[in-house]
T-cell receptor, first 115, second 116 residues
Framework: NAGVMQNPRHLVRRRGQEARLRCSPM?????VYWYRQLPEEGLKFMVY????????ESGMPKERFSAEFPKEGPSILRIQQVVRGDSAAYFC?????????????FGDGTRLSIL | GDSVTQMEGPVTLSEEAFLTINCTYT??????LFWYVQYPGEGLQLLLK?????DKGSNKGFEATYRKETTSFHLEKGSVQVSDSAVYFCALSAQAGGTSYGKLTFGQGTILTVHP
């Protein structure tokens, strides 16, 4: 069974460009979470999606950031007009069902660097 | 809101030493508690979990007990190995009905280095 797949592993963008991060959840998982890890910090929740629905986006910056999880294909985290402060590791996690007891399975992350 | 506080790191130990990493939390009701481990350049891997008071999670020689009275979930291992060197994260997930339901709230992480 393939785990959570994220790509690309590393992404370099210049200020003002767009960054698109992809996440394919584990087979059979329909719940996707995105987290951001700034250097030497813990992970911070950004957004929680189910297929075609955003359930909780309370951790997403109000501007430039968006996320989707279409009926077909991977979940996408999009960052428009990137700035230096967006440099971080972005992790996707998936679970089979919603719920506090459900463990979330993480991908290896996308490390975004802004020049 | 929910929060998790871990002991400050980094922690440096010799092989076969006893390990404790403290974790306390603030949450309403009965959250589920987790320890995740992150090796360099990789994502987080679930190490163990506990979903109700007095539950003990265990895996690979690591243990943690859900203490409701002290709101703690300290990680312990009796004899660490060099291969245990990693970053350890304590996390909680709120119970159903809470505003944080489904998402994980993490501590800041503790870097563990084990020397031969």
């Amino acid at each position: 069974n393939a785990g959570v797949m994220q790509n690309p592993r590393h992404l370099v963008r210049r200020r003002g460009q767009e960054a698109r991060l992809r996440c394919s959840p584990m087979k059979g998982h329909s719940h996707v979470y995105w987290y951001r890890q700034l250097p030497e910090e813990g992970l911070k929740f950004m957004v929680y999606l189910q297929k075609e629905n955003i359930i909780d986006e309370s951790g997403m910056p109000k501007e430039r950031f968006s996320a989707e999880f279409p009926k077909e294909g991977p979940s996408i985290l999009r960052i428009q007009q990137v700035v230096r402060g967006d440099s971080a590791a972005y992790f996707c996690a998936s679970s089979r069902r919603q719920g506090g007891e459900q463990p979330q399975h993480f991908g290896d992350g996308t490390r975004l660097s802004i020049l | 809101g929910d929060s998790v506080t871990q002991m400050e790191g980094p922690v440096t130990l010799s092989e076969e030493a006893f390990l404790t990493i403290n974790c306390t939390y603030t949450a309403t009701g009965y959250p589920s508690l987790f320890w995740y481990v992150q090796y360099p350049g990789e994502g987080l891997q679930l190490l163990l979990k506990a979903t109700k008071a007095d539950d003990k999670g265990s895996n690979k020689g690591f243990e943690a007990t859900y203490r409701k009275e002290t709101t703690s979930f300290h990680l312990e291992k009796g004899s660490v190995q060099v291969s245990d060197s990693a970053v350890y994260f304590c996390a909680l997930s709120a119970q159903a009905g809470g505003t944080s339901y489904g998402k994980l709230t993490f501590g800041q992480g503790t870097i563990l280095t084990v020397h031969p």
